[in-house]
């Protein structure tokens, strides 16, 4: 049986044994969050036998200095396993903001110990103390002089509980900044562009929007955001006065009780329409099918899913 070195520490594995788990059961506290390969807080230095079955899921220049995702790898052999250090490896973060947008989100706000290059819609992986989850970032590099995160906190949880407990001045570490589904491309500027979002999910496509509308995009905008209940729309208010400034951004608030209609009611202007979705699973999947429906061809919608933890 393959064995399992993490510093002083080896014991013995059965061989095809996913390494995040192996690692959890022994009382190796590795984070994660989607188990898909998709958040990157499962983040390893491996040396020694493993199959990856997502090796795409980091870089080159990553993978070629060890790391790996656990919960993407089976133990094959004899491995020596270091976990990600958020003391060590993170960059430290002071909050500068914590303020509530409703009654279930918070509006976080970061400014890292040095700059931080990202573009608007991509994701990073947070750390309170050893506990991580990934967010998508809501602000814009070239105007927020901070790293803003709308999070949900609706339902307990080891992270969110934590996220609630935050004031400024307070200390966080960020771990990896990762590319994400969701960006704004220059050479769509004068292409129809709509962004679905339910929930948080408006986050990241918040910051899309303004970089769009930075980079003067000619399209007409279509913003659609979904929301259990009237109150859920968060952002209500600055995307009605982006829209007053901006005569090709339309704004649509919708509510779950009210969904199914709205959209069975969907319609494509033009099949040159680009389509920006982020948010829960299921109304991504709802969204999705009926724009193919319409007629948007799949290679012009790129969507970021929101995974539950599991």
């Not at 022994?26 to 390893?44: E, K, M």
């Not at 094959?76 to 973060?93: I, K, Q, T, Y």
Request: aromatic share 6%; with cysteine; net charge negative.
């Amino acid at each position: 049986m393959p064995e399992l070195y993490v510093g002083e520490r080896h014991w013995s594995v059965s061989t095809g044994s996913n390494l995040l788990d192996a690692l959890n059961q022994a009382g190796v506290a590795v984070p994660y969050s989607c188990r898909a390969g998709s958040c990157h807080a499962c983040l390893v230095r491996c040396q020694g036998e493993v199959e990856d079955k997502q090796p795409e899921a980091l870089s080159p220049a990553q993978r070629q200095d060890g790391w790996r995702l656990a919960c993407q790898c089976q133990v094959s052999g004899d491995l020596r396993v270091e976990a990600f250090d958020p003391a060590r490896d993170g960059l430290p973060a002071q909050v500068v903001g914590a303020d509530w947008l409703n009654p279930s989100v918070l509006r976080l706000r970061l400014q890292p110990e040095r700059g931080l290059r990202y573009r608007a819609g991509q994701h990073l992986v947070l750390w309170a103390g050893q506990v991580a989850r990934p967010y998508s970032l809501a602000s814009l590099p070239q105007e927020d002089p901070f790293l803003e995160f709308h999070l949900d906190c609706r339902h307990p949880g080891e992270f969110s509980d934590l996220a609630r407990q935050l004031q400024v001045g307070d200390h966080l570490r960020l771990g990896e900044l990762r590319g994400g589904a969701l960006q704004y491309d220059p050479d769509w500027q004068s292409r129809p562009l709509w962004l679905l979002a339910s929930g948080t999910g408006l986050g990241p496509l918040w910051g899309v929007l303004r970089e769009a509308l930075r980079q003067d995009h000619q399209g007409a905008i279509r913003v659609i955001h979904l929301a259990h209940d009237a109150e859920g729309h968060y952002l209500a208010e600055p995307l009605a006065a982006l829209a007053a400034q901006h005569p090709n951004l339309t704004v649509e608030l919708w509510t779950a009780a009210g969904s199914a209609q709205a959209l069975a009611q969907l319609r494509l202007v033009s099949r040159q329409t680009l389509a920006l979705l982020c948010g829960h699973p299921v109304s991504l999947e709802a969204f999705s099918k009926r724009l193919f429906l319409a007629g948007l061809p799949r290679n012009q919608l790129l969507a970021d899913v929101f995974l539950p933890r599991g």
